[in-house]
């Protein structure tokens, strides 16, 4: 009797839930990917209300366009609390081929999105991944303008050697902690780094992305406003 009351509960629990379109704000293509990284762009939006959660996409790449549908598990409840939750997502393109590609975003209750990303011609001979530390967390000081980052060093044959930034001189700033490896005796040991900086060509009113590259592939990304 009780693995039948769990396989009900789990029957009306999949009838209870369905994935539905969710409302997108912003689609941000961050510059700087060549054709040895993994691509990324990040979208921005909300979730309606609390019947929604777990905003997730779906991408389908189709040579020079890449499709993407934001979507959200939605809990089919009479009442649902009228609280919008405004939501981040990191969307992996994978290793794509040197060239432009056209992205559009499908978003629920408007019309898609649209940008393009570029991709260069690869120019190292090594992984870009291993230029970075583990970043894991960002805070942004408005006022100061000053970005904070904490992150880790792989291991203590890695120095940080500063800063560099890509700007589209619009809406994202993409920022790469750079480190160097001093020493071929490498082991592996996590030393912590607490990074500040000032971040360049932040316009005032407008809504930006702060993307930060990562060893650990998966940027970390921050939007403010000034």
Same mark, same amino acid.
């Given at each position: 009797m009780k693995l039948v009351f769990l396989l009900i509960m789990t029957f009306l629990s999949i009838q209870a839930a369905t994935m539905e379109l969710v409302p997108v704000e912003n689609v941000y293509t961050p510059k700087? /990917?060549?054709?040895?990284?993994? #691509?990324? =762009?990040?979208?921005?939006? &909300?979730?309606?209300?609390? !019947? &929604?959660?777990?905003?997730?996409? +779906? =991408?389908?790449?189709?040579?020079?366009k890449i499709f993407i549908e934001m979507r959200a598990t939605r809990i089919n409840e009479v009442a649902c609390p009228e609280v919008i939750v405004p939501y981040l997502k990191v969307i992996d393109l994978g290793v794509l081929d040197r060239g432009k590609y056209k992205i559009?975003?499908? #978003?629920?209750?408007q019309h898609s999105l649209n940008d393009q990303i570029t991709i260069a011609k690869r120019t190292r001979g090594r992984i870009d991944e291993f230029n970075y530390p583990i970043v894991t967390?960002? %805070? &942004?000081?408005?006022?100061?303008?000053?970005? @904070?980052?904490?992150?880790?060093?792989? @291991? %203590? !044959?890695?120095?940080?050697?500063?800063?560099? /930034?890509? @700007?589209?001189?619009?809406?994202?700033?993409?920022?790469?902690? +750079?480190?160097?490896?001093?020493?071929?005796? !490498?082991?592996? +040991?996590?030393?912590?780094?607490?990074? +500040?900086?000032? =971040?360049?060509?932040?316009?005032?009113?407008?809504?930006?992305?702060?993307?930060?590259?990562?060893?650990?592939?998966?940027?970390?990304?921050?939007?403010? @406003?000034?």
């Amino acid at each position: 009797m009780k693995l039948v009351f769990l396989l009900i509960m789990t029957f009306l629990s999949i009838q209870a839930a369905t994935m539905e379109l969710v409302p997108v704000e912003n689609v941000y293509t961050p510059k700087g /990917f060549d054709s040895n990284d993994n #691509a990324e =762009i990040v979208v921005t939006g &909300y979730l309606p209300n609390l !019947c &929604y959660q777990n905003p997730t996409h +779906k =991408i389908i790449i189709d040579k020079q366009k890449i499709f993407i549908e934001m979507r959200a598990t939605r809990i089919n409840e009479v009442a649902c609390p009228e609280v919008i939750v405004p939501y981040l997502k990191v969307i992996d393109l994978g290793v794509l081929d040197r060239g432009k590609y056209k992205i559009e975003v499908t #978003a629920a209750s408007q019309h898609s999105l649209n940008d393009q990303i570029t991709i260069a011609k690869r120019t190292r001979g090594r992984i870009d991944e291993f230029n970075y530390p583990i970043v894991t967390n960002l %805070d &942004y000081d408005m006022a100061a303008n000053e970005l @904070s980052i904490k992150a880790y060093r792989p @291991s %203590d !044959c890695f120095e940080f050697r500063g800063f560099e /930034f890509i @700007s589209d001189k619009k809406e994202v700033i993409t920022v790469l902690p +750079k480190m160097k490896r001093v020493r071929d005796f !490498c082991p592996k +040991k996590l030393t912590p780094l607490n990074l +500040k900086t000032r =971040i360049p060509n932040i316009v005032n009113g407008l809504r930006t992305l702060i993307h930060v590259r990562s060893l650990n592939l998966e940027s970390k990304n921050i939007e403010v @406003s000034l």
